[in-house]
């Protein structure tokens, strides 16, 4: 895998292969495309729920808030929003991209993604950022300045499914403003938990002399269980793309 160096994003962009809408060729460096921040950020509501629960929606867990032109956005530290990019971006079905910070951003505290720094061969849409300030001050962030910068890497061969085939579960694509989580997707009716799992390649349970069912042995110890017997939402359960 091979990352694109300027002339070739630039030939890319000519031929219309890799779509970054709108571009300037200023923002083009040696070897990435830098991004700008759009004016949306998703704001958390921590007063709405007693917890993130991951196998719920959870619909006003954060609300969209836009800036004016100059107004600042005020990240507080220790604060983590959601933000997107300004530019539209769209990769072949042989590209993947890379989205990461601005080193002179990163040299303040803010940090734009945690883990969805990956873009997918086909994906078509706007960048979500998660930005969140790790300084001891809080950032005031602009509509327009630049928040980061894209690379591209050329893949081995091209994918047979893209971002945004059909059965791969696809939960961003076309995507325009910033948008939260729908993980909660993954517990749909065809959802098999860890245990489950596990319990296919489990080996058959021991009997006890006398065709009983033998007592836990060793480290093995019975379930959990919450009081009426459902296991406990915040005991450790086990349980991402853009």
């Known amino acids: ?17 890799v779509r970054v809408d709108p571009y300037d060729p200023a923002d083009l460096q040696p070897s990435s495309i830098d991004l700008h921040l759009d004016r949306s950020f998703r704001v958390f509501r921590n ?11 959870q619909p006003d ?19 983590f929003v959601l933000g997107q990019t300004i530019e539209w ?7 993947v991209a890379r989205l990461e910070g601005k080193s002179s951003l990163g040299r303040l505290g803010l940090l734009i993604h945690s883990t969805a720094g990956y873009v997918d061969p086909g994906w078509k849409g706007k960048l979500t950022l998660e930005l969140s300030n790790v300084a001891k001050l809080p950032i005031a962030l602009y509509f327009g300045m630049k928040i980061g910068q894209i690379s591209f890497f050329e893949m ?43 319990a296919d390649h489990a080996a058959p349970a021991r009997s006890a002399p006398g065709g009983g069912s033998a007592p836990p042995a060793g480290n093995e110890r019975p379930a959990r269980s919450a009081g009426t017997g459902a296991h406990s939402p915040l005991a450790g359960d086990e349980g991402r793309g853009q």
């Not at 895998?1 to 292969?17: E, K, N, P, W």
């Not at 909660?184 to 065809?190: A, K, L, T, V």
């Open 1 to 17: 895998m091979s990352v694109l160096s300027d002339r070739d994003i630039a030939a890319s962009l000519a031929a219309g292969r």
């Open 47 to 57: 007063n709405r729920y007693p917890f993130i629960d991951v196998r719920s929606p």
């Open 61 to 79: 867990l954060t609300e969209l808030l836009n800036v004016a032109d100059d107004e600042a956005f005020v990240l507080h530290p220790s604060e």
């Open 89 to 95: 971006v769209e990769l072949p079905d042989d590209l």
């Open 156 to 198: 081995s061969s091209p994918v047979d499914r893209p971002y945004g085939s059909a059965g791969l579960g696809s939960k961003y694509q076309g995507q325009s403003e910033p948008t939260a989580s729908a993980y909660f997707e993954d517990f749909g009716p065809g959802w098999r938990g860890a245990g489950a799992r596990a």
